[in-house]
């Protein structure tokens, strides 16, 4: 009987331990499987938090981008505007000087000589005044009064980011090429217009 009674609580005994330690082990599973899941989670977040960022960086950064090309583009269409007319300028110029000495009847190319096959300017604001640069593409700089917007050669004015360079070309006794070569820089580039017309006299 008391034999019997020490096997049963050595039994017993061992299951209470051996069922100790299964809960042991459950539980130490349970913290793994926790710790495990929490990491799985906690990556996923920072993935998901990473592509939630890269997603808004995207859709801010396109349309700067498009605006800023814009405005570069608005910018450049204003410079290529205004060398255009500043070189149409110069023609007209080079045109009233033709058509005032036809009209007096002057050599239809008085005052025009000097820049044949070289660089001049003309200033529109000083009676078209024709004035031959120290080389050819040596020109200075147009100056421009910025209370009024103006363009010309007054040495009370700033220098603005326009050179205006003029040719002639004698093609015959009685027809010149003129060349008009506006440049300016707009930022690291070089940036130039070129208008060409042909005078005649028709004298």
């Known amino acids: 009987m008391n034999q019997e009674l020490r096997i049963m609580n050595t039994n017993e005994i061992k299951k209470r331990i051996k069922h100790a330690m299964n809960e042991v082990l459950d539980f130490g599973f349970w ?3 926790f710790r495990s899941a ?3 989670q906690n990556g996923f977040s920072f993935i998901e938090a990473l592509v939630a960022i890269s997603i808004l960086l995207t859709s801010i950064a396109g349309p700067m981008t498009i605006a800023q090309r814009g405005l570069n583009a608005a910018l450049i269409s204003v410079d290529q505007i205004t060398a255009f007319y500043l070189g149409q300028e110069a023609i007209e110029g080079i045109r009233h000087i033709r058509d005032g000495n036809v009209l007096n009847s002057s050599g239809w190319m008085s005052g025009l000589g000097g820049c044949i096959d070289r660089s001049c300017t003309i200033d529109i604001t000083q009676n078209d005044l024709v ?3 120290s080389a050819v593409g040596a020109c200075d700089p147009i100056k421009r009064d910025t209370s009024i917007g103006l363009y010309g050669y007054d040495s009370r004015w700033p220098d603005s980011k326009f050179t205006r360079d003029i040719r002639l ?3 015959a006794p009685n027809e010149i090429v003129v060349d008009v070569y506006v440049t300016w820089k707009s930022g690291f580039f070089q940036k130039n217009v070129h208008i060409k017309d042909t005078l005649f006299n028709w004298q």
């Open 38 to 40: 929490s990491k799985r």
């Open 31 to 33: 913290i793994l499987d």
């Open 131 to 133: 004035e031959v640069c």
């Open 169 to 171: 070309r004698q093609i």
